[in-house]
């Protein structure tokens, strides 16, 4: 799950900003809404606000609280450019409405989706009510792609009343902070964090089944699956990775950032434990794993 946004937010003159009545420590809340073909429409929520008398937005997913803080405005279009990630949000702005784009980077044609926002604090609404079934817990999963493979994966879901969050662990890293609904016997769950924007469904079947479908960007969609399982573990060795046989260790050299070569046999290594991570830029979870070994560095 991983690429990069920005939201441009464009005025004429700075003080007929969007912005130009927030009040400080006082935010506005926002629901906007990634729109697919499929009607099948990806939501989340933002806050606007102001520090120092600067423009602020902070994109909310469950405890996930994502700082954008590069914002211009000219005219009547915004840009809002997110950190890390190489994706953008253009976008014609009132006082109650926003309508735009939201455009993500990759290594071929950029993926495109109809952007809209209006103020409110609610991510998705109670179309069915009230929750009729809790889906706390662990679940163990499968989803079904089109080639008709089975990968397995398991779901830790926390909720509190209507209110659902929780996530997808996989072999390879996790699908992040997902915040939702459920009501009646339906859940729908989202995450956006500027390089992924995700969705996943699902009918309660009961107390211990679902089965439901997960959609990701403009158009892509697999059929999941999930029976509660409190036991329910990740099948690591799907993604183990091994030295080839007749190895017994690494053995690598290339060079750093200084141009000094560096190798796994150097004499500093010997006798000492080496953690070698292999990560990418466009990757959250690799974000994380890289903070988590600083720290305990």
């Not at 779901?155 to 609904?181: C, H, I, M, S």
């Amino acid at each position: 799950m991983k690429y990069a946004i920005t939201i441009v937010l464009f005025i004429f003159t700075f003080n007929h900003s969007i912005f130009a009545q927030q009040k400080k420590n006082n935010p506005v809340l926002w629901q906007a809404i990634l729109k697919r073909a499929d009607g099948k429409n990806i939501h989340f929520t933002f806050e606007e606000k102001k520090i120092k008398q600067k423009p602020i937005l902070i994109i909310r997913n469950a405890t996930e609280r994502l700082k954008v803080e590069n914002i211009v405005t000219v005219g009547d279009s915004v840009v809002i450019k997110m950190p890390v990630f190489e994706s953008s949000i253009t976008t014609k702005v009132s006082s109650n409405r926003w309508e735009g784009l939201w455009t993500r980077g990759s290594s071929g044609n950029d993926l495109k989706m109809a952007f809209e926002a209006s103020k409110s604090n609610l991510r998705y609404p109670l179309t069915d009510g009230n929750a009729r079934q809790k889906i706390n817990g662990r679940w163990a999963v499968k989803f079904a792609s089109d080639t008709g493979k089975i990968f397995t994966s398991v779901a830790e879901f926390v909720q509190n009343g209507n209110k659902v969050t929780g996530t997808f662990l996989t072999p390879t890293g996790d699908y992040r902070f997902l915040e939702g609904v459920a009501t009646g016997n339906h859940m729908i769950i989202s995450g956006f964090d500027g390089a992924h924007a995700l969705m996943f469904e699902a009918d309660i079947t009961d107390s211990k089944t679902l089965n439901g479908k997960y959609y990701s960007g403009p158009k892509f969609s697999e059929e999941w699956t999930a029976v509660k399982n409190q036991k329910a573990t990740v099948k690591f060795n799907e993604s183990a990775m091994y030295v080839k046989p007749g190895e017994s260790k690494l053995d690598f050299s290339f060079p750093d950032l200084d141009s000094n070569m560096i190798s796994i046999n150097d004499r500093r290594f010997k006798d000492k434990v080496v953690v070698i991570q292999l990560m990418g830029s466009w990757c959250p979870n690799c974000m994380d794993e890289t903070a988590f070994l600083s720290d305990y560095y």
